[in-house]
């Protein structure tokens, strides 16, 4: 659905691509951005968001499931319930990210996701986040260490092929044997390469990053740890130019005060706010799966029989509000961090993430506490709280 004719959005604070404009009016013209202006423009319906900030929709680069549905699940329908759902959290793109499975499995996933991704109703698929299945045992997390391997470019296209080209971003650990050529070859192919779940050295690493992989996921968990001998997988993704390291803010898997230290390594600009969420996010307290793990959730944390941490049951939005909360950045850098920066880490910062002439009008309303009022997709609101 998109919104049809034009109208403008009046807010005390609106985010625009490369600056913040204060009591302005944002034209929104058959579903895209216009320009924002400080007159007030006459003879035009006006949407009146005094007391508010307007920014972007977020975008979610790492998500495998939400309200009871899992990418893993193997049916579109699952994904359809994420990509509804998502709008009332203020998410209006994101990534369906799979799990360390069979390759029949994965195949059939990729290609359903490949076929019908065009059909979302709701937050719109930017492409699909392999997140696996080239990891290392000692820290697999929540992934099934009997299928994972050294990265097989073979492989690897048969995927591709089933998804339509669609798969946009891969996880692999960078001590795999393979994993700097694979590398090399696949990120010329415009897929984005990602580093996590792995027991690498700082310089195992950093030779992944100069054959092209360019973001860290999930930092500090599932990684090679920073000591002052061995900086390991999290030296190195303090250490790199041009990477970006993406982080669980739920105040679960990483405490606030490593959160701001990798903000203050990284910049905020290459910092990414990411959910790792599961099923059960948006859903009560109870017993879920992931891909083939059962996980117990209980006050706010998702946990397998093993007691280890099963991705989240975090928001985007959440995110955003706990970094402000947490005195680690303002609020326009922290809604950056879930929307413009997730969006720039995947090369799709032309397309979504930022409010910009032209641009498809996906964005959110917000309150000076970071409460989401009001999502927007199309120009047209999908979501009020």
Not at 39 to 46: G, N, R, V
Not at 66 to 71: I, P, Q, R, T
Not at 297 to 307: I, M, P, Q, W
């Amino acid at each position: 659905m998109v919104e049809t004719g034009k109208y403008y959005i009046y807010a005390d604070r609106i985010i625009l691509a490369d600056e913040v404009v204060e009591n302005a009016y944002l034209e929104v013209n058959d579903g895209r951005f216009g320009y924002a202006t400080l007159e007030k423009p006459l003879k035009s319906e006006i949407k009146d968001y005094t007391g508010y900030t307007v920014a972007a929709g977020l975008v979610d680069t790492h998500i495998h499931g939400f309200h009871g549905a899992d990418v893993m699940d193997d049916d579109f329908q699952a994904v359809q319930t994420m990509s509804k759902g998502l709008l009332s959290t203020g998410v209006t793109a994101f990534l369906p990210t799979t799990l360390t499975s069979s390759a029949d499995l994965l195949t059939s996933v990729a290609g359903k996701i490949g076929d019908h991704y065009k059909e979302a109703e709701g937050a719109k698929i930017l492409g699909i986040f392999f997140e696996g299945p080239w990891f290392t045992e000692e820290h697999k997390g929540a992934q099934n260490a009997a299928y994972m391997g050294d990265p097989d470019l073979a492989q690897f296209e048969v995927w591709q092929t089933a998804a339509k080209g669609l798969i946009h971003k891969i996880a692999l650990a960078p001590e795999r044997q393979t994993a700097k050529d694979f590398t090399t070859t696949i990120t010329k192919e415009g897929v984005h390469v990602a580093l996590a779940h792995s027991s690498a050295t700082y310089e195992e690493a950093t030779a992944v990053v100069d054959a092209g992989a360019n973001i860290f996921i999930h930092t500090y968990n599932g990684m090679s740890g920073l000591h002052h001998r061995n900086p390991g997988m999290v030296g190195a993704a303090m250490a790199t130019d041009d990477t970006y390291a993406e982080v669980i803010c739920d105040g679960k898997h990483v405490h606030p005060g490593a959160i701001k230290a990798l903000v203050k390594a990284k910049g905020w600009d290459k910092t990414v706010l990411i959910t790792d969420a599961m099923s059960a996010a948006g859903m009560p307290d109870g017993k879920y799966q992931l891909g083939e793990f059962p996980v117990i959730v209980k006050d706010g944390e998702a946990r397998l029989e093993s007691g280890n941490l099963a991705g989240s049951v975090l928001t985007l939005n959440q995110a955003v509000k706990n970094v402000v909360d947490w005195g680690i950045v303002d609020s326009e850098q922290a809604l950056r961090m879930a929307s413009q920066v997730p969006a720039a880490s995947i090369g799709l910062d032309g397309r979504v993430g930022v409010i910009a002439p032209g641009r498809v009008a996906d964005f959110i309303v917000v309150d000076a506490d970071m409460n989401l009022k009001e999502t927007y997709l199309n120009g047209v609101s999908v979501f009020q709280n």
